[in-house]
């Protein structure tokens, strides 16, 4: 158990709909990281928060948008949802970005999405 | 991104010493080598890290090429659960995402 715990486990949903996926980082995490995994792009880094604040961004679609609360946990919304966006959706928490230290990132059981 | 370089997939036999490798020929002198795997049905986790100097810990060793052109992942006793995707990434210490590359299956035979 990494500690970081993603809800729902399953999500099945139709083309077009919106979902929101959410995680909720190990205690004393400030970080928090969308990642998607499908079977034909692998895992693909999606967006990184920290601290509340967009920290970083990667092949994130423009239907696609998150946010880290006050509390530290995140949510990752889906839009307009189409038959390529089922996938595993992972959430990973770190402590925290510091330049000259490493640190691993702890991954949670995933969401999986499908979409009719 | 600096890209890496792994086999597609690897067998090897329970209980006895795996090697992975790994190229990186255009390894910048900032980025650190990260391993993760991912076991079936599971999030990815962390195995181990390097810079420049071999590393050892409690899951596995790292060695690394004196050029770092190269590591290589060391699992001493393969056991059953050890069976999955081994990802090799190079990442700036900069820099905290992570970007995975396809990594190299291995199966490990009883």
């Known amino acids: 158990d990494s500690g970081v715990t993603q809800t729902p486990k399953h999500l099945i949903t139709a083309t077009g709909q919106r979902v929101t996926l959410r995680c909720s980082p190990r205690s004393g995490d400030l970080s928090v990281y969308w990642y998607q995994q499908s079977l034909d792009q692998g895992l693909q880094f999606l967006i990184q928060?920290?601290?509340?604040?967009?920290?970083a961004k990667g092949n994130i679609l423009e239907r696609f948008s998150a946010q880290q609360f006050p509390d530290l946990h995140s949510e990752l919304n889906l839009s307009s949802l189409e038959l390529g966006d089922s996938a595993l959706y992972f959430c990973?928490?770190?402590?925290?970005?510091?330049?000259?230290?490493?640190?691993?990132?702890?991954f949670g059981p995933g969401t999986r999405l499908t979409v009719l | 991104d600096a890209k890496t370089t792994q086999p597609n997939s690897m067998e090897s036999n329970e209980e006895e010493p795996v090697h992975l490798p790994c190229n990186h020929s255009t390894i910048s002198g900032t980025d650190y080598i990260h391993w993760y795997r991912q076991l079936p049905s599971q999030g990815p986790e962390y195995v181990i890290h390097g810079l420049t100097s071999n590393v050892n810990n409690r899951m596995a060793s790292l060695a690394i090429a004196e050029d770092r052109k190269s590591s290589t992942l060391i699992l001493h006793r393969a056991t059953l659960r050890d069976a999955a995707v081994y990802y090799c990434?190079?990442?700036?210490?900069?820099?905290?995402?992570?970007?995975f590359g396809k990594g190299t299956r291995l199966h490990i035979l009883p």
């Open positions: 990973a928490s770190s402590l925290h970005p510091a330049a000259g230290t490493y640190n691993e990132q702890f």
């Open positions: 990434i190079l990442g700036d210490y900069r820099d905290d995402k992570i970007i």
């Open positions: 928060y920290y601290n509340g604040e967009e920290r």
